[in-house]
């Protein structure tokens, strides 16, 4: 009896485990943001090299931005409720491709390719995996996480108190060493995406995921074309 439970849980671990690897080449409850939210604007990090890693990453063909469809219509409802303070999204990132997040992990592993260092001043390159900055696996890949900001709808700057991907504490939403003027913009950026349904990361104040995701446990790999 005792070896048939252990065989039983050896199963249901594995079964587990492959539930989590699952990975999809599947695009059809995917869409781009622009195809929802007009005014939105972008600045597509990964597909330029203006990103930690100095280089353009692998599966960004278009510096276009895809969501699941789920994801999307909750960013439309924040997209509305900030338009009516005078906002703007500005987005960064959403969908991400699996063969991205490889691309990261390879070049963390590359000793002799430092990247920019600008993105990781006070940090060794070894402590962006370590840390837990970068996942082997990250909620991107799952379709229902956006990096993002607001603009003024003019397209006017709006301080954050730090720039995306900057790995430091001064990204943390709760970083007090700012001013109060980055404070309430930072929160208004945070309310808004948490009312229609986001939920926030402690360590990124631009980084959101869909509260009730459709795909918690698979990750996608298309192109962003």
């Known amino acids: 009896m005792k070896k048939i439970i252990i065989v039983l849980s050896l199963f249901i671990g594995l079964a587990t485990l492959a539930r989590a690897e699952t990975?999809?080449?599947?695009?059809?409850?995917?869409?781009?943001?622009?195809?929802?939210i007009d005014d939105a604007a972008y600045d597509i990090r990964y597909y330029s090299p203006n990103n930690f890693t100095g280089n353009k990453i692998d599966g960004y063909k278009a510096p276009r931005a895809y969501m699941t469809k789920e994801a999307l219509a909750a960013l439309a409802k924040a997209a509305d409720d900030?338009?009516?303070?005078?906002?703007?999204?500005l987005i960064w990132d959403a969908?991400?491709?699996q063969k991205a997040v490889d691309n990261f992990v390879r070049w963390i592993n590359d000793h002799a390719d430092m990247g920019d260092k600008s993105f990781y001043p006070e940090l060794q390159k070894s402590d962006?995996?370590?840390?837990?900055?970068?996942?082997?696996?990250?909620?991107?890949t799952r379709g229902s996480t956006v990096d993002l900001t607001i603009i003024k709808k003019d397209g006017g700057f709006v301080d954050m108190g730090g720039t995306f991907d900057l790995f430091s504490e001064i990204s943390h939403p709760d970083y007090e060493n700012i001013t109060a003027e980055q404070k309430r913009n930072r929160q208004i950026l945070h309310d808004a995406m948490i009312k229609a349904g986001f939920n926030a990361l402690d360590s990124e104040w631009w980084h959101f995921t869909l509260k009730d995701e459709p795909y918690p446990d698979t990750y996608f790999d298309f192109d962003v074309e």
């Open 128 to 140: 962006l995996l370590a840390g837990r900055y970068i996942m082997e696996k990250s909620g991107h």
């Open 95 to 97: 969908y991400r491709p």
């Open 23 to 36: 990975v999809s080449t599947d695009k059809s409850d995917f869409a781009l943001i622009s195809s929802v």
């Open 82 to 89: 900030l338009r009516a303070q005078g906002y703007r999204l």
